[in-house]
């Protein structure tokens, strides 16, 4: 044999050991979980007529619930599904997170009091406001308040 097989051979015995070597270090390292238990667990539907009904406990103190049915049942054109439910569990800082929601044709709802909320509105934008809504007419079509066309000087356009 020449030299140029016994490299090739010598390269490919390294590449099979790296690739034993990667195997066993990307399995995985043992798990510091511990499974937490279901304390408690209801599932009822989907029904005929599209209600159902789910919640569920865990041992660290998380639950869920949802239940929800088809609004308008039988209006192919008016149907629609809607749910309402929550979720609590506690947070990583000890702070206990609780969010309720609904969904429906208007979107999903979610409220809880961990949830960001807008900033208050400066007060001259307030004024300005609440002036438009007690002068509608003001805001009538016809006096100005529409777009204008554009100024274009005469001559050529290109």
């Given at each position: 044999m020449?030299?140029?097989s016994n490299r090739n051979e010598y390269q490919?015995?390294?590449l099979a050991a790296l690739c034993l070597v990667s195997a066993c270090?990307?399995?995985?390292?043992?798990?510091?979980t511990t499974p937490i238990p279901i304390i408690s667990y209801v599932n009822e539907g989907v029904n005929f007529d599209g209600s159902y009904k789910w919640s569920y406990?865990?041992?660290?103190e998380i639950q869920a619930q949802e239940e929800?049915?088809?609004?308008?049942?039988?209006?192919p054109e008016q149907e629609t599904q809607f749910a309402q439910g929550?979720?609590?569990y506690t947070a990583p800082d000890g702070t206990r997170i609780s969010l309720t929601y609904t969904a429906d044709e208007n979107g999903f709802v979610p409220q809880g009091a961990h949830l960001p909320t807008p900033?208050?509105?400066p007060e001259a934008i307030q004024r300005a406001l609440e002036y438009i809504a007690a002068h509608p007419e003001e805001n009538e079509a016809g006096d100005g308040s529409e777009p204008q066309p554009a100024y274009k000087p005469a001559g050529r356009q290109y």
């Open positions: 020449d030299s140029a490919i015995a390294v270090l990307a399995r995985p390292q043992g798990s510091n406990e865990t041992a660290n929800g049915y088809v609004k308008n049942l039988g209006n929550g979720y609590q900033p208050p509105i």
